[in-house]
């Protein structure tokens, strides 16, 4: 287990001035701090959950050491930027928190935070959880919606009921956010002509096109990228597929190590979720029966080239 360096973040039990219902400016809590607060998202993140929020925000990473750092982001903790790129791109391991623990609350910090002085009246800004297919972003919408509900904040600042896929919030300055979800579509349609303050989209390393089986998250980067405004961001998060193949995978080959211009992360389950699997049993079940899955969902280790394409137009 990857060794701490600091202790964690202390939950917030109020809020600074600046992001109480009313203020005049936008919250500046970080990522961090507004997933621990009890007024927001309250939980502990993991070491390596904490280390990658702390990172996107361009924040000093402490809740690691060296050695791990350079297993996950491929780089020492003081080599890391520091500042908050525009991508943030993670391969993790399956039931490692990905969706719940990072694209669901990073879209409610960005509804929350993220400055969109060029609204205008009764425009939102959007922050989009994307998918292959809608039922998997209907899941991590699902958290969305359970940190709103359990937050005595957000949930105050809700305009309207919850709907299926969307939620609006009256944001601090008193401008609207909405969190939607949007299922993958080669051209993007749904992302176009909106103010986009978060694109998150889950499982990027899946996107296909369901007549061809060509990979099609490059379409849908390039739809929601140029319409993220400053200060935004857009996370890229998968369990892993073939090596080599797909946006994710070629922006870890280029950025992984270096992050000029994407944070990236490598992420097993294991270290992003430390109580999984405590006593190894799973493990060794799995391993026996399909060793190559095992590397791939839980270690987060794509397949090779020469294992062939799974996905049959």
Known sequence: ???????????????????????????????????TSADYCAFEPSPLIAAIMDA??????????????????GCDADELPRDAKRLVVVRAGGRGGKSSRLVAPKALHAAWTVPAPELRRNEAA???????????????FAFVRGYVEGSPILSKALLGPIKARSLKLQRPDGSIAC????????????????????????????????????????????????????????????????????????????????????????????????TFDPNGKIEKAERARDPENWEREILAIPLTGGTGAFFSP
């Open 1 to 35: 287990m990857d060794r701490l360096m600091g202790p964690p973040a202390k939950s917030k039990t109020s809020l600074p001035r600046s992001s109480k219902p009313g203020a005049s400016k936008l919250s500046t809590l970080t990522f961090r701090e507004f997933a």
């Open 56 to 73: 996107s925000d361009g924040l000093a990473v402490t809740t690691i050491d060296d050695e791990a750092c350079q297993r996950h982001f």
């Open 126 to 140: 959007y922050a989009f959880i994307i998918a292959p297919y809608a039922d998997l972003a209907d899941q991590t």
């Open 179 to 274: 969190v939607k979800v949007v299922a993958a579509g080669r051209s993007g349609t749904q992302l176009r002509a909106r103010t986009t303050i978060f694109a998150g989209i889950d499982e990027g390393a899946l996107f296909r096109d369901r007549a061809s089986g060509v990979v099609n998250d490059e379409h849908i980067y390039g739809a929601i990228a140029p319409r993220i405004i400053a200060g935004g961001q857009c996370w890229m998060t998968s369990t892993p597929w073939l090596a080599g193949i797909g946006l994710i995978e070629q922006t870890i080959a280029r950025e992984w190590g270096d992050h000029e211009n994407a944070l990236c992360v490598v992420a097993p389950t294991k270290a992003l979720r430390p």
